[in-house]
């Protein structure tokens, strides 16, 4: 579903505002001076930071709007492969699990 036939949808809940503030904060350092002065890596390195983070908050939303009450721990841990995994604890009995692979 293309993202501007599901905006109405987004605009009647606040689920998603953190999700918006860590966006808007990824423009405002991307615009920095300091990160102007930024080598590509450095750049890059930020970026898979932050989109993480992003990709967290915004899963997140999705599941507040849903309804289960489910968090997910803020901090990541890396498997021995170097992916990074990501715990989401439902209500429901059994946890599970998302894993986001990343390079280092």
């Known amino acids: ?38 080598t590509h890596d450095e750049l890059e390195q930020l970026l898979l930071t932050e989109q993480r983070e992003l990709m967290r908050r915004c899963l997140q939303g999705h599941l507040d709007e849903r309804g289960k009450g489910a968090r997910i721990k803020s901090e990541n841990t890396a498997s021995a492969a170097g992916e990074v995994i990501w715990a989401v604890v439902p209500k429901e009995p059994h946890p599970l699990h998302l894993t986001f692979a990343h390079n280092r």
């Open 1 to 38: 579903m293309p993202a501007h036939a599901v905006a109405h949808c987004v605009e009647k809940t606040d689920a998603y505002q953190p999700a918006r503030e860590q966006f808007e904060a990824l423009l405002l350092t991307l615009q920095a001076p300091k990160t102007q002065e930024m």
